[in-house]
């Protein structure tokens, strides 16, 4: 019986789903760098362009140095981008030599594996962006096949779009993706075989979220019809609305007959190190989900829910997530029923929120939601509903939005900065804000050394200095003591 290979999505994925993408910096992926290295992993979720700009904005980190040095560390594992296609970091749908440029500079850097993502299913864009990474680079491609629930998307839907994948010859592989935990066992004893039909020998991997508590299920179920991978979280950053718990999925494969080829002592090293940055950074641990019906309503993934959760609490209404959720329903089904993933869970979810937050519905719509509705992020998979519809059309704002050029080009792009700035700089300065990218290139540089056992300590003696009223400070224990003194300019 073949050995199953294991995917790690902490970094990435995990990170996202429960920490809102900022609960790591390099410093603290870097510690943790040579174990994953040792586990065996066949590739490792890395990052997005998203994930890219949180790092700017949040540590002001380069995200260019992180995979530099994060494939120095692991030569021998494949770091994944994930892509919607002609996306980076902006909403705004880029021209294909910019995103030539953009997927030649994340292979020039490290990056190995490529999640290239359509959110409508468009086969044919899809092609095109695999196209161009085979023409730019060795990296592999990896074809999603994203999961949901409608009349549309069945069993039969599935495997035409993995007919078409395969037969391209730019892929190198596909997986199942499942962002919302929506997928059943059942569903998946028939959705597999569909799919697997179609491929030939290429690789097929899950990736199924926790959210409903049905992941481990899926997971053997998959393992018993023959797939190659299966996408794992470590530690505090599994289970919740993450995904499957690794050293879990394991145990569960090995009481069913099946072995993952991993090293278990260095994947058991990673989780005690994770859980101890969590407790160090006072960041939560994921937990075991129970089923909730509701999920399969407004079928939300777990890194927006996070982030819709957190925005909430800034406004002080955390007592309207549920008010919320109730409203992306509604909303989604008024758009269309878009398929929900980046960036339609984001745009879906915002307009709830106005939603809820203003005296009626749809007193505010977000420039996104009118550029969705006006076809700049692809045909809505049905038809919008009428009212929402000239509600939209008839903004001024809609008017204007309209007038705007579909894309800018690269030559246009690159006249804003200088001749002699690098590929890496420019991609950033030509999507994010001009003081998060100056802050970042800025400040001191990193240490990259992270010990979760002194972190409170240093964030405690952080603090301290930065009180100026404070002369000296002592810590007392039987067997230790420790005073600082501020020391006094003359």
Known sequence: MAELKLVDVSIRDG????????????????????????????????????????????????????????????????????????????????????????????????IGRFVL????????????????????????????????LSDVHDDAFYANCARQIAASGDFDLLYIKDPSGLLTPERA??????????????????????????????????????????????????????????????????????????????????????FALAKAEGLPSGQPQAYDASYLRH?????????????LSELNLEHKFDEVMAEVERVRAELGSPIMVTPFPQIVTTQAMFNVMGEERYEQIPDQAIRYVLGRFGRPTAPVDPEVLDKIMSLPRTKEIEKEPITMTLKERRKRFSKSMSDEEFLLRAVMPEDQVDAMRTRAPHQ???????????????????????????????????????????
């Open 448 to 490: 990259l050394h992270y010990n979760p056992e002194i972190a409170p300590i240093l964030k405690l003696l952080k603090r301290m200095k930065e009180k100026k009223q404070t002369s000296y400070f002592e810590v007392k224990q039987p067997d230790f003591s420790l005073t600082l003194r501020q020391s006094r300019k003359s």
């Open 117 to 148: 993502l359509d959110p409508m299913h468009d086969m044919d864009a899809l092609m095109q962006v695999a196209r161009i990474v085979k023409e730019e680079g060795d990296a592999e491609n990896m074809a999603a096949l994203t999961f949901t």
């Open 299 to 311: 079928q939300v993934a777990g890194g927006v829910l996070t982030t819709t959760r957190r925005q």
């Open 189 to 274: 004893r028939t959705l597999i075989p569909a799919v697997k039909k179609e491929i030939g020998k290429l690789p097929l991997e899950l990736h199924s979220h926790c959210t409903i508590g049905l992941s481990q299920f899926n997971y053997i179920v998959a393992a018993e019809l023959g797939i190659d991978a299966l996408h794992v979280a470590v530690g505090p950053l599994a289970h919740g609305s993450s995904l499957p718990c690794a050293s879990q999925t394991i145990a569960n494969l090995k009481t069913h007959g099946y072995e993952a080829d991993v090293n278990e002592q260095a994947l058991k090293a990673m989780e005690d190190y994770y």
């Open 15 to 110: 990170n996202q789903s429960l920490w809102g993408m900022t609960g790591m910096g390099t410093k603290q992926i870097m510690q943790v760098a040579p174990l994953m290295e040792r586990v065996g992993f066949r590739a490792i979720d890395f990052t997005s362009s998203t994930h890219m700009a949180v790092g700017v904005r949040y540590h002001q980190d380069d995200p260019w140095e992180r995979i530099r040095l994060m494939h120095q560390a692991l030569p021998t594992v494949p770091l994944q981008f994930i892509s919607t296609g002609f996306r980076f970091i902006s909403w705004e749908t880029a021209d294909h030599d910019f995103m030539r440029l953009a997927y030649r500079t994340l292979m020039k850097n490290g």
